[in-house]
């Protein structure tokens, strides 16, 4: 069973994407963009205090008319975070996402942010391991089993 460490672990998981409280949610969309990723976590130092994703841009600033050049992450951030550790498996991550209608984890051990999964890593890992499961039974079957 994949765990979050297994994910991390993978050479395509790019830097942490984070910015502090006072960077404005521009900054924020212009780091997403550049990355191509659909959230930043708000850090003040090692300090987590929240995450801002592409459905707090929709519904905190363009159905309210908020400008993205004025507006603070502190602001319109999701401070009320989920967080998961890194011996977790992609199973109980996949419950929690679906429970709290997620997309997006920060990983967390002992108070020091180790990085982001999101549901499209957990699906990748997921098929990954259904995969190696299905041509481990297809050799059993054609008898190569050592």
């Known amino acids: 069973m994949p765990s979050v460490s297994d994910i991390l672990a993978t050479p395509d998981k790019r830097a942490l994407a984070a910015l502090p409280p006072d960077a404005t ?54 401070a009320k975070l989920y967080v998961v550790g890194p011996r977790q498996t992609v199973q109980e991550c ?14 967390v051990d002992g108070g020091q942010v180790l990085g982001l999964v999101s549901i499209g890593d957990l699906v990748n890992a997921q098929l ?14 054609a008898g190569n089993m050592a």
């Open 94 to 107: 996949m419950g929690i996402m679906t429970q709290a209608r997620l997309r997006h984890l920060p990983v």
């Open 128 to 141: 990954a391991e259904q995969r190696f499961l299905i041509a481990q039974m297809e050799s059993y079957i």
């Open 25 to 78: 949610v521009r900054d924020a969309l212009q780091l997403m963009a550049e990355r191509n990723i659909g959230s930043v976590l708000i850090m003040q130092g090692d300090a987590l205090l929240g995450i801002f994703t592409e459905r707090d841009y929709a519904r905190k600033l363009a159905l309210k008319g908020l400008a993205s050049a004025d507006t603070l992450l502190a602001d319109v951030m999701t």
